[in-house]
């Protein structure tokens, strides 16, 4: 099985984590809201799959490229 990483897109602040380790997640499932410049980002699932890892919480700062989750793609 292939692996996908999902790193941030921009920096900012980790709003929420909408996952955990071990969850099923569809593509375009909303995983995580990223705050940059005020504005709240989604982040989707590029994939189906299972959660791996969480790299993130809620409140943490995030810079370009940092990875925020890994997910097995299904």
Known sequence: ???EIIEAPIPGKIISVNVCAGDS???D???CV???MKMQN????PVDGKVLEVKIVAGQTVETGDVLLVIEES
């Open 34 to 36: 990223l705050q940059s």
């Open 42 to 45: 989604p982040i989707l699932s």
């Open 25 to 27: 997640v569809e593509e």
């Open 29 to 31: 499932a909303e995983v």
């Open 1 to 3: 099985m292939s692996q």
